[in-house]
């Protein structure tokens, strides 16, 4: 996928997709520091956990991110399908 793009201060973005992330179910913020963001989600049914990463590029105003699970091969497209709704939720957050 794609980064998702940014204009204006890294801090600004990283706050604005820190509250998406924290409306979003069963996360969990394992780390919050300048310019990156880690978080783990859990599947509702059995509780596998995927762990994600963000990194915004300042310069590039993009935030990159990789998204996969700890254990497992195939999610039934729900890492895809969840990192889609984190970017238009940060888009549609300004």
Partial sequence: MSPIRFSGPVEVAQE???RVIK???RSVMMKD??????????SKVFGFVDEAE?????K???INFR????SGYYDFGVNR????EIRESFLVFE
């Fill in 60 to 62: 590039g105003g993009a």
């Fill in 16 to 18: 604005r997709l820190r």
């Fill in 54 to 58: 963000f990194s915004f590029d300042k």
């Fill in 33 to 42: 520091e300048s310019g990156y963001l880690a978080v783990i989600f859990r």
């Fill in 23 to 25: 409306l979003m179910p």
């Fill in 81 to 84: 399908l969840r990192l889609e």
């Fill in 67 to 70: 998204s996969g699970a700890r």
